[in-house]
């Protein structure tokens, strides 16, 4: 990851932190499809993946710990969508 992928992810992390909902749909419309794609591979039911997926989106909004994450935030992402995904299977 370069200094500037850097520079420009810890400044969508800012605008997370101060609550502005276009960076939210940002970081949505950026990681929304690749972590669907993740659920689904890992759960294998369409429906299960997306309301999984949404249901992320809806808590890390609602929990606001932006700044507990570091760039590169698609690490973070998938951390935390894998431990979700091993929850739902294994329940």
Aim: proline fraction near 3%; hydrophobic fraction near 40%; include cysteine.
């Amino acid at each position: 990851m370069s200094a500037n992928e850097i520079k420009e992810e810890k400044k969508l992390l800012n605008a997370l932190e101060q609550r502005n909902i276009k960076a939210f749909m940002r970081l949505y419309k950026d990681y929304g499809e690749d972590l669907l794609i993740f659920a689904y591979s890992h759960l294998q039911d369409p429906k299960l993946a997306i309301r999984t997926v949404d249901q992320f989106f809806e808590n890390l909004w609602s929990d606001a710990t932006f700044t507990d994450i570091d760039p590169p935030i698609h690490k973070f992402l998938l951390s935390q969508m894998t431990k979700i995904c091993e929850q739902r299977t294994t329940h």
